[in-house]
């Protein structure tokens, strides 16, 4: 099954800076890989995704890149702002022929954006 | 216009104890899901649905048996439960648009979660 890596637990930046946050993947019939923000004692949400036909998206100060040769993607916050701060978790997924949207989650990344 | 609601939001409970959590999404979705997020915040997926009929089952013990009477509702009773069992249970729902023999990908909207604490 797939596997998905996230290998930085936290990471903490001044605000105004930019922030990295990368994931890894082992499936590479995956092909759908989502980003998802979730604030202290509330629902995961969905802040930027990308399918596997590109290699970057871009949505005002996130965006996420995709690299498949290397089965890795990365969210990219520009001019980090304190409601920035929250655990960002990336995930991978077949898309519905390929086990039903199963989406399987990285182990987070606590985002601290200091004043 | 909760898009996916749960209930209860926090649920405290005796060990041996038998729960129920409900979850209901009034977005229309065809496919609705079950996670578990443990202390460690690790978000893992249990259950899918999709028009009522299963279609993921993690490795979950089978104490957990989901329950979906239609498409719009997806319960999660859980029998006998344990200390381990302690978690923040998240339902989600989507809707899947497959386009030919692309498969399709659609963003999952999760509930508010509901806290289970096993005493």
């Known amino acids: 099954g797939e596997n998905v890596e996230q290998h930085l637990s936290t990471l903490s930046v001044q605000e105004g800076d930019s922030a990295v946050i990368k994931c890894t993947y082992s499936?590479?019939?995956?092909?759908?890989f989502p980003w998802y923000k979730q604030e202290l004692g509330k629902r995961p949400q969905l802040i930027i995704d990308i399918r596997s036909n590109v290699g970057e998206k871009k949505d005002q100060r996130i965006a996420v890149t995709l690299n498949k040769t290397a089965k890795h993607f990365s969210l990219h916050i520009t001019e980090t702002q304190p409601e920035d701060s929250a655990v960002y978790f990336c995930?991978?997924?077949?898309?519905?022929?390929?086990?039903?949207?199963?989406?399987?989650f990285g182990t987070g990344t606590q985002l601290k954006v200091e004043l | 216009d909760t898009a996916v609601s749960q209930t209860p939001k926090y649920l405290v409970t005796q060990m041996g104890n038998d729960k129920s959590i409900k979850c209901e999404q009034n977005l229309g979705h065809d496919t609705m899901y079950w996670y578990k997020q443990d202390s460690k915040k690790f978000l893992k997926i249990m259950f899918s649905?999709?028009?009522?009929?299963?279609?993921i089952n993690e490795t979950v013990p089978n104490r957990f048996s989901p329950k979906s009477p239609d498409k719009a509702h997806l319960n999660l009773h859980i029998n006998s439960l344990e200390l381990g069992d302690s978690a923040v249970y998240f339902c989600a729902s989507s809707q899947p648009r497959a386009t030919g023999k692309i498969s399709s990908y659609n963003e999952q909207f999760f509930g508010p979660g509901t806290r289970l604490t096993v005493l």
């Open positions: 499936d590479s019939a995956s092909n759908y």
């Open positions: 649905y999709n028009n009522k009929e299963l279609i």
């Open positions: 995930a991978a997924s077949r898309g519905l022929t390929g086990g039903g949207n199963k989406l399987t």
